[in-house]
């Protein structure tokens, strides 16, 4: 049992690991029994991290582009990709995933963030007892639940946007879908909009790759211009009154 599993049994935030739900190379994912009590929850999802994560993007500072590291022996660890950097690499991707959670726990767009520990975040679980939920491109939805699901995405976009992030590695991978309703998930490299310059270009690829799934499925959707406009009302959003945005 890995380590940082301890501290979620040993704070009494879950009961047991019932079964692994995906091993990868870069994390593992188990649905858990939770503690009502202290989490809300009957079932969670714990993520863990690898130590030394090797997320193959190719030039991770597109994703880091606004930030600044003031600890600068972390800094240049993280630039040279030492050893250490890679540790810290792994660290980031942790926080960078529990902090952009955060920043989406009103909307229910993503899994609730529950408790964050080393290199693992305890969520809630997207799914029942039986089965969790699909990932989107293991569907086949008919034309009207392809429909409904592409509208539900489209104004999740937003929504992250309105509360300051754009996933960045967005895909049909990376969506859950459970009784009709998509969940997105898995969001170390999530970038901030305000701060990061690439963001546009990302959010371009995001919703390239899932038009590109949709556009498979039978619904045609022009992704260059829906990105135009998600992006545009994005930077519009402040002459829209705020009661108006959720
Ligand atoms: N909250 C959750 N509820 C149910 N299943 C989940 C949840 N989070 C992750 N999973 C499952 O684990 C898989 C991997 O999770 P993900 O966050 O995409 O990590 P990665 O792609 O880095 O391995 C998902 O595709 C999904 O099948
Ligand atoms: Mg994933």
Redesign the pocket.
């Known amino acids: 049992m890995p380590d940082s599993t301890e501290f979620f049994l040993d704070e009494g935030l879950i009961h047991k690991i019932l079964r692994p ?2 091993q ?6 188990h ?1 858990c029994l939770a503690d009502r009590d202290k989490t809300g929850h009957d079932l ?2 714990l ?1 863990i ?1 690898r130590p030394l994560d090797r ?1 193959d993007f190719h030039d991770e500072s597109i994703y880091r582009d606004g930030e600044w590291i003031k600890d600068g022996r972390v800094r240049r660890a993280l630039e040279n990709k030492s050893r250490f950097g890679r540790v810290l690499q792994a660290g980031t991707w942790v926080h960078r ?1 529990w902090e952009t959670m955060q920043k989406l726990s009103l909307t229910q767009v993503a ?1 609730l963030p529950i408790a964050l520990h080393d290199d693992a975040i305890l ?5 029942d007892l039986r089965m ?4 989107l491109r293991d569907l086949h939805p008919t034309a009207e639940d392809l429909e409904a699901l592409w509208q539900q995405l489209r104004a999740a976009l937003g929504l992250m946007l309105l509360n300051d992030v754009v996933h960045a ?1 967005l895909s049909a ?2 969506v ?1 879908v ?1 009784e009709g309703k998509p ?1 997105v ?4 490299q999530a970038v901030d909009p305000k701060l990061n310059r690439n963001a546009e270009d990302l959010l371009r690829r995001d919703i390239q790759r899932l038009g590109e799934w949709f556009t498979r499925e039978g619904l045609a959707l022009d992704w260059e211009q829906i990105a135009g406009e998600i992006w545009f009302s994005w930077l519009h959003a402040d002459l829209i009154p705020a009661d108006f945005r959720h």
Do not use: C, H
């Not at 990868?24 to 994912?29: L, P």
């Not at 969520?123 to 799914?127: I, S």
């Not at 969790?132 to 990932?135: I, S, Y």
């Open positions: 739900l995906k990868g190379k870069e994390a593992s994912v649905l969670a999802a993520k991290y997320r995933e899994p969520m809630t679980y997207v799914g969790a939920a699909p990932q590695d991978y990376n859950l459970w969940t998930i898995d969001f170390p």
